[in-house]
RNA sequence: CGGGGUGUGGCGAAGUUGGCUAUCGCGCAUGGUUUGGGACCAUGAGGCCCUGGGUUCAAGUCCCAGCACCCCGACCA
């Protein structure tokens, strides 16, 4: 392709809305274009390594034996409305259809891939299968962010595994997790995998692959000693054990005024942090349960939502709170709370003798409150969200560490639970009916473009990796030299005879102009005909990772070449 | 969903207490000089100053309403 005829060009300022480094360089090298707040367009260059991206994971895919199919982006509302899921998922975007069809927008497939289920598995001898697409999902996010970070339109791989049993489902997990290893090898970005929530998808043993990013929305958790590696809703720590009181003391109310903040409280008191309670009142499906907190550290509500086995949870308003406590919020305790209020405390609250509470009165804390003596000993669970620097459970003796992530892929063993809600069933070989087993795949693969601009780029542009890079080779002409711009356009076509991706840079501009468009697109190999070299017999030879340019002779192109490409 | 911010040629911006023909840089077109790290000269094209309403002799500028986009937050008691 030559760049004086290519459609998109590079722009020298960065457009306002572009925070994140992906998005700038997206952008200004003429990859992306946005239509409205997450609505994004891919340019030829973008829609290149979009491309390329969505053959490798399909390639890896076919290898293990899944096979492509593709459903529709609008789906009937009756399809969700049997899972229940119509009601519950916020993101999804719902229309009715000129005919008067209530129809939502896809923002995942498993309703369409169950029911196909549930048309054609009919006998264990289906079983195992797995099929997968790549196809625009919608989600109707109230806030966009980051360009193709976070965006409500976006490109994602989808499969979906069909087993008779656990273990088949087991095995299918990990010949998926086994692809999703292959893809991003491949594609050459540095994954890290982590534990991770289910979320509303339902089902079990999820994993995220994520790729380490300041810009990344997710926080994960790392050990520095052993390979645990989790998101921090999942994350188990150690808590540090502080040396308690032997004797319990007489409880004590005390004022507290205005305090905000356990650090305030702490120091208003005159009582370390540790020994501060924070107790939160949540609305956990129709029950209110009160949560017990030690102040040095932070509810996750994933992990108090799968202990509680609840679907929906949320703190309860101030006005619940008051009613509840008579109290403000903020000075929430355990003692004297209403009869058959459920009480959940952290496991780090065990043990804890004279630990300061809520009185459930405003402006007032108690000092010197003991379980069982002051309030019933409540359940204890792990529901804290691990802090940075604490002891990693797995292996106790690392620390853990916190990083941005951003979440590229993930996988979820789902279980029966659709194949249950919409009645997707087989016979198995001992005759009986049984629901199928599941388990489903996904790779964000516009997000996975930004990911990757995230983690190889320089001050000047981005960095494609070979595989996925929209071109392999950009050809640059410099000078209008008749010899110069003959022998580039005679390169030129003998690039494309030997069907190498190249992107020439014939325009007639200076050289400053088009090295610094060369760095931004960041095409990984750069050859370039000057006058300079051309006296030589020779090219100027310029890989984006590298620093330094060489000098190849045009004879010993073509090995150069085969060399670079086989690297 | 809460808070904050921004809307002016394709992009980035300036535009004072309301005032005369809406300004600058980049980009674009034409001609010429240049050509190894975003060259230069000359000429030129390109505007519903987000939309609607209002105030005024006069509105890009003030007021009201709306729309769009961006950022932060959305449990920390």
């Not at 499969?159 to 990990?174: I, N, T, V």
């Amino acid at each position: 392709m030559r760049y004086s005829k290519f459609f998109g060009k590079t722009q020298k300022e960065t457009p306002k809305e572009a925070v994140a480094v992906s998005h700038k360089f997206l952008l200004r090298a003429g990859f992306v274009h946005q239509l409205a707040a997450g609505l994004y367009e891919f340019l030829p260059l973008g829609f290149r390594v979009l491309a390329k991206v969505d053959q490798i994971i399909k390639e890896e895919l076919a290898k293990k034996g899944v096979q492509h199919l593709l459903m529709p982006l609008v789906h009937p509302a009756s399809l969700w409305k049997e899972t229940g899921r119509y009601d519950k998922v916020d993101v999804l975007l719902k229309f009715t259809s000129a005919r008067g069809t209530d129809c939502v927008l896809a923002p995942t497939h498993e309703e369409t891939v169950t029911d196909l289920a549930r048309r054609y598995i009919h006998t264990y001898k289906d079983l195992p299968v797995v099929v997968n697409q790549n196809q625009w999902k919608y989600r109707d996010e109230i806030r966009a962010t980051g360009g193709l970070l976070r965006t409500r339109e976006f490109l994602m791989q989808d499969a979906y595994s069909f087993d008779r049993d656990k273990a088949g489902l087991d095995e299918s997990f990990d010949k998926m997790v086994a692809a999703y290893h292959s893809i991003f090898a491949r594609i050459g970005i540095p994954v890290v995998v982590v534990k991770a929530d289910s979320g509303t998808m339902g089902g079990s043993d999820s994993q995220e692959f994520g790729v380490i990013a300041d810009v990344g929305e997710d926080r994960i958790m790392l050990c520095d000693k052993c390979d645990y590696k989790a998101n921090i809703e999942k994350a188990e720590s150690k808590f540090e054990v502080h040396k308690q009181d032997k004797e319990m003391k007489p409880m004590k109310k005390v004022e507290g005024k205005d305090i905000i903040g356990v650090e305030a409280l702490a120091a208003h008191l005159g009582v370390p942090v540790h020994s501060t309670t924070m107790t939160l009142l949540f609305q956990a499906d129709k029950e209110i349960v009160a949560v017990m907190m030690r102040g040095d550290y932070h509810v996750s509500e994933t992990k108090l939502r799968n202990y509680l086995g609840c679907k929906n949870l949320n703190l309860t308003t101030p006005e619940v709170v008051k009613k509840i406590t008579g109290a403000e919020v903020g000075y929430d305790g355990p003692v004297n709370l209403p009869k058959g209020i459920r009480i959940v405390a952290d496991l780090s609250c065990k043990d804890r003798i004279n630990f300061e509470a809520g009185a459930n009165e405003t402006h007032f804390h108690n000092l010197n409150v003991n379980f069982e003596r002051d309030f019933p000993t409540p359940e204890f669970a792990d529901i804290r969200e691990a802090n940075d620097g604490d002891i990693c459970a797995s292996c106790g003796k690392g620390k853990l560490q916190v990083k941005n992530s951003i979440e590229l892929g993930h996988v979820f063993k789902l279980g029966t639970c659709y194949s249950e809600w919409m009645k997707a069933n087989f016979v198995d070989n001992d005759g009986k009916s049984k629901p199928i087993v599941m388990g489903c795949y996904g790779i964000g693969i516009s997000r996975l473009i930004a990911g990757i601009v995230e983690s190889s780029h320089d001050e000047k542009g981005i960095i494609w990796p070979k595989t996925v890079a929209p071109f392999t080779v950009e050809l640059i002409s410099l000078g209008k030299d008749e010899a110069v711009l003959k022998r580039a356009n005679e390169l030129y076509e003998e690039l494309l005879e030997d069907d190498v991706e190249v992107l020439y840079d014939d325009r007639d501009e200076s050289a400053g102009f088009k090295l610094n468009d060369a760095d931004l697109i960041g095409i990984p190999l750069r050859i370039l005909i000057s006058s300079r070299t051309l006296e030589k017999e020779s090219v100027e030879w310029k890989e984006r990772s590298e620093k330094e340019a060489k000098i190849v002779s045009l004879k010993d192109l073509k090995k150069n070449y085969e060399n670079f490409i086989a690297r």
